[in-house]
C-alpha cells in the first residue's frame, strides 16, 4: 500500500491547459476515483501519474519519492486500459506472464503468480485460451490480472468497464470492488459514470477543466455538493428560482424560517441572487392540498410525462410558475401511469433543500 501526493501539476497542450496547478493527496490502499465530464482532465492526469506524459511543472511522490524523472517502467504501477490492450497472439496465461517475464522472475515464481492472479480474477482453467475466444468481460478480467500479477505500488484503471454491457459492468465494478479490498492496492480509478463512482469509491474528486472541483466521499459529493456544477454532474438535481411561485408576499414568515434553518439571512431585495436544489427522490407525493407541517413546502403542479423504468417512475410536474419539477416514485403503483394531464400535490422536506448562489454557484 502507498500514499500519492501529487503538488501542483500542470500540463499544456498547445493552448489548452489540461491541469491548473493540480494538487491532490490519495492515501494508502484506499480507492480513489477521478470523475468529470469529457475533456476535464482526467486520463491526462493518470497517464502523468503513470509516466506516460510529462507535466509542465510540479511534482508526483509516492510515499514520499519523487517520481517525476523515472520511466514509466521504473514507477512500479500498474494500469488497466479502457480497450483491454491485451496481446491478441499471446494465451491469456502468457498476456499475464508478460511483465514479470520482463522483470525476471523465475519460470517457477511465474507460473504461482500467474495461477493466483487467474484465481483472483475468476479465470482459473481458462490460461490456455486465446482472447478471440473470451468475451469483453473475460479480456477485461485479463488486463486486470496482468496489471495486479506484477504486485504494483499503485494501481491505474482507465474507465475500464466503459466498453461493456449495462449488467456486465454493475459485475465486474463489484468484483473490482472487492479484489481492491482484498489485496489492499492503492487504486486510482478513471470514469466518468457517476454511479459507478459513487458505487466503488472510497473518495472522489470531482474534476471541471483541469482544475479539482470537489474531493470528499460518495455520501459528502452527493448530499452536501459544493456548488451548482458539482450537484448538477452527480445524480439529478432540480433548480427552482427563490421563493417559490406563490410563496413570495403571502409566506414571507415561511420564507425566512426556511432560509433560518438553511443558516442564511437574506434580504428579501437579494431573493434574485439565489435558486434552490432538490434532488427527486426527496420529493414527495401527498394526498392532501396543503399540510400544516413546518418541515415541509406544499406545492401543486400538473403531471407532464412520466418516464417508467421498472424499479421507479419520475413525474415530470409543471408548476404554476411554468417551472418543471420532477418527483422519483419508488416501486410505483400501476396507477401513477396514468397521472399524465392530472393535479397532484407535493411536499419538499426543508431539510432536502439546497440554497445556490447564482452569481458564482457555490452552495450556501
Known amino acids: 500500500m502507498s500514499k500519492v501526493q501529487l503538488n501542483n501539476l500542470k500540463k499544456?497542450?498547445?493552448?489548452?491547459?489540461?491541469?491548473?496547478?493540480?494538487?491532490l493527496e490519495i492515501q494508502s490502499g484506499e480507492l480513489f476515483t477521478l470523475l468529470g465530464p469529457s475533456g476535464c482532465g482526467k486520463t491526462t492526469?493518470?497517464?502523468?501519474i503513470a509516466g506516460f506524459n510529462k507535466q509542465d511543472s510540479g511534482t508526483i511522490m509516492v510515499d514520499g519519492v519523487e517520481i517525476d524523472n523515472f520511466p514509466a517502467y521504473r514507477r512500479d504501477i500498474g494500469m488497466v486500459f479502457q480497450d483491454y490492450a491485451i496481446f491478441p497472439h499471446m494465451s491469456v496465461e502468457d498476456n499475464i506472464a508478460f511483465?514479470?517475464?520482463?522483470?525476471?522472475?523465475?519460470?517457477?515464481?511465474i507460473k504461482n503468480r500467474v495461477s493466483d492472479a487467474l484465481e483472483t480474477v475468476q479465470l482459473s482453467g481458462l490460461e490456455k485460451r486465446m482472447p478471440k475466444e473470451l468475451s469483453?468481460?473475460?479480456?477485461?478480467?485479463?488486463?486486470?490480472?496482468r496489471a495486479l500479477v506484477i504486485q504494483p505500488k499503485i494501481l491505474l484503471m482507465d474507465e475500464p468497464l466503459s466498453n461493456l454491457d449495462a449488467k456486465l459492468r454493475i459485475e465486474l465494478r463489484e468484483d473490482i470492488r472487492q479484489i481492491q479490498k482484498d489485496l489492499g492496492t492503492t487504486t486510482i480509478y478513471v470514469t466518468h459514470d457517476q454511479e459507478e463512482a459513487l458505487v466503488i469509491s472510497d473518495r472522489l474528486c470531482i474534476m471541471r477543466s483541469g482544475q479539482m472541483v470537489q474531493v470528499g466521499t460518495p455520501w459528502e459529493i452527493y448530499k452536501k455538493p459544493a456548488d451548482h456544477f458539482v450537484a448538477?454532474?452527480?445524480?439529478?438535481?432540480?433548480f427552482l428560482p427563490w421563493p417559490l411561485a406563490g410563496m413570495k408576499d403571502q409566506n414571507s414568515e415561511k420564507i425566512r424560517e426556511i432560509e433560518s434553518l438553511s443558516g442564511l439571512n437574506i434580504n428579501a431585495s437579494d431573493h434574485d441572487k439565489f435558486q434552490i436544489g432538490i434532488r427527486p427522490e426527496e420529493v414527495v407525493i401527498s394526498n392532501q392540498t396543503s399540510v400544516l407541517d413546518g418541515n415541509v413546502i406544499s406545492l401543486?403542479?400538473?403531471?407532464?410525462n412520466i418516464s417508467f423504468s421498472g424499479r421507479e417512475a419520475q413525474?415530470?410536474?409543471?408548476?404554476i410558475d411554468g417551472n418543471m419539477l420532477m418527483a422519483n416514485i419508488s416501486r410505483p403503483d400501476e396507477t401513477f401511469l396514468e397521472e399524465v394531464g392530472k393535479t397532484v400535490y407535493l411536499e419538499l422536506p426543508q431539510k432536502a433543500i439546497m440554497f445556490f448562489n447564482k452569481d458564482n454557484g457555490l452552495r450556501c
Open 12 to 23: 499544456n497542450y498547445s493552448e489548452v491547459e489540461a491541469l491548473k496547478q493540480f494538487t
Open 232 to 238: 448538477s454532474f452527480v445524480g439529478n438535481m432540480i
Open 315 to 319: 413525474l415530470h410536474i409543471k408548476l
Open 99 to 109: 511483465g514479470l517475464r520482463n522483470r525476471g522472475v523465475s519460470r517457477h515464481g
Open 136 to 145: 469483453g468481460g473475460q479480456q477485461q478480467r485479463v488486463g486486470l490480472a
Open 300 to 304: 401543486s403542479g400538473i403531471v407532464e
Open 45 to 48: 492526469l493518470l497517464r502523468t
